[in-house]
C-alpha cells in the first residue's frame, strides 16, 4: 500500500484541573499542591517520572494561585515582591553555572520576600549534578512530593487523554487490547499513541486491532 505523506499538526492537549485524573499514584502529590499554605518555607519539589503529570500539576498550581512561570536557563527579571514562582524540569538546569546562578538568587529572592516557590524534577536533587554548592545544599532541603509510577487507573486515565488530545478515538475493545499489552509507563502511551496517529493518517483508515498489534510488537524487537 502506497502510504500518503502527512503533515505535523498542531496538537491541542487538555490541561485545565478537569482534565487531570487522580489516582492512588498521584493522590498524596495532589494533596500536597492544594494546601501549599502548609509548605515549610512556602517551598516545594515535585518528583516523579517523565510524563506522569507532573507539568500538568504546575499549570494548575499557577492558575489557581497567580504563579510565574520561570525558566532559569534563560534571563528573567527578579519576579515582585512576595511572588509565586514555577520551575519545571529543573534537572536541566545542572551543569549549567549561569542557570544555576539564577536559580541561586531566585531562591533567596523568594525565600527573602516571603514568596512561593514551586518546583518539578525527574529525579533527586543529589542525583541530578547541581555544582553550585550553595544552590545544592538549598534545594537539598526543600520539602519534596512524589508522583509515584502508574497503577491500572492512572494508565487508563493517560492513555485515553492521549487519545483525546490527538482527537482520536479507537474501539473500546481495540483500546482494552493496547492497555493490556502496552509497557506500563507513561513513556509508552505517548510513544504508542503518537505512532499509532501517525499511521492511521498515512495508511487513511482508523486504528485497528492489527495495527496496535503491529506497534507494541516493533516497541519490543
Known amino acids: 500500500m502506497t502510504e500518503q505523506l502527512s503533515f505535523e499538526l498542531p496538537i491541542k492537549a487538555a490541561s485545565g484541573r478537569d482534565a487531570f485524573f487522580i489516582s492512588d499514584a498521584n493522590r498524596n502529590a495532589v494533596s500536597m499542591l492544594e494546601n501549599s499554605a502548609q509548605w515549610p518555607q512556602k517551598k516545594m519539589l515535585l518528583l516523579g517520572p517523565e510524563k ?8 494548575i498550581w499557577a492558575s489557581e494561585n497567580g504563579a510565574l512561570r520561570i525558566n532559569p536557563l534563560n534571563d528573567f527579571d527578579q519576579p515582585l515582591d512576595g511572588a509565586s514562582v514555577i520551575v519545571d524540569n529543573i534537572q536541566n538546569l545542572a551543569g549549567t553555572s549561569a542557570a ?9 529572592h523568594l525565600h527573602s520576600t516571603g514568596g512561593f516557590l514551586l518546583m518539578a524534577s525527574n529525579m533527586l536533587i543529589s542525583q541530578s549534578g547541581f555544582k553550585l554548592a550553595d544552590l545544592l545544599s538549598r534545594l537539598q532541603g526543600i520539602s519534596s512530593t512524589t508522583i509515584q509510577h502508574p497503577d491500572d487507573k492512572l494508565l ?14 479507537p474501539a ?18 505517548f510513544d504508542i499513541v503518537e505512532k499509532l496517529d501517525a499511521k492511521s493518517l498515512a495508511e487513511k483508515r482508523p486504528i485497528s486491532r492489527g495495527m496496535a498489534a503491529s506497534i507494541l510488537r516493533s516497541s519490543i524487537d
Request: net charge positive; aromatic share 10%.
Open 52 to 59: 506522569c503529570g507532573k507539568t500538568h500539576l504546575l499549570k
Open 100 to 108: 544555576e546562578t539564577r536559580m541561586f538568587h531566585l531562591h533567596n
Open 156 to 169: 487508563r486515565a493517560v492513555l485515553l487523554k492521549a487519545f483525546m488530545d490527538r482527537q482520536l478515538s
Open 172 to 189: 473500546p475493545p481495540v483500546f482494552a487490547y493496547i492497555l493490556k499489552n502496552m509497557s506500563r509507563s507513561f513513556d509508552a502511551i
